[in-house]
């Protein structure tokens, strides 16, 4: 009898070792699995990234006062509202040949859409007409480069 309780325990006791195996190949499986998804989905994630959008203006300006004055708060409130990031304004420094007419301006994008977007929603239409009578526009867009 004893011979017989001795053998069930250590069967059991395999029983359970089984089980508990079984349960770390599945948690080892699993990790591995997650582990093999996220690479994928991050790598797929970078290959869609695309390039920002620079806007670059040199904006020839006729009247300082009426420009900053009348014509720069409606246009800034306009590309904050359509997701413009500034990324640099002021008098440009020439390094080599001629320095830019005036106030030069580089704005960041998230695509050319977006950019376009603005540049023919009613607000800055309406900025841009008042801004034409204190300044000439040069405005040009490039994509920034592919990490």
Same mark, same amino acid.
């Given at each position: 009898?004893?011979?017989?309780?001795?053998?069930?325990? /250590?069967?059991?006791? *395999?029983? $359970? $070792? *089984?089980? /508990?195996? $079984?349960?770390?190949?599945?948690?080892?499986?699993?990790?591995?699995?997650? /582990?093999?998804?996220?690479?994928?989905? /991050? *790598?797929?994630?970078?290959a869609q990234a695309k390039p920002p959008i620079y806007m670059i203006g040199n904006n020839d300006v006729s009247d300082p006062d009426g420009y900053m004055r009348e014509y720069l708060p409606l246009a800034q409130a306009s590309l904050k509202a359509h997701g413009a990031v500034y990324i640099a304004a002021g008098k440009g420094t020439a390094i080599d040949g001629e320095p830019p007419k005036g106030r030069v301006v580089i704005i960041r994008w998230d695509s050319m859409e977006q950019l376009l977007a603005w540049r023919h929603s009613p607000e800055y239409e309406a900025a841009r007409k008042i801004g034409e009578k204190y300044a000439k526009y040069n405005v040009i867009a490039v994509e920034g480069a592919k990490p």
């Open positions: 009898m004893f011979a017989a309780k001795l053998h069930i325990g /250590v069967a059991i006791d *395999e029983k $359970r $070792r *089984e089980d /508990v195996m $079984r349960n770390y190949h599945a948690i080892a499986l699993s990790l591995l699995c997650g /582990v093999g998804i996220g690479a994928a989905g /991050v *790598e797929g994630l970078r």
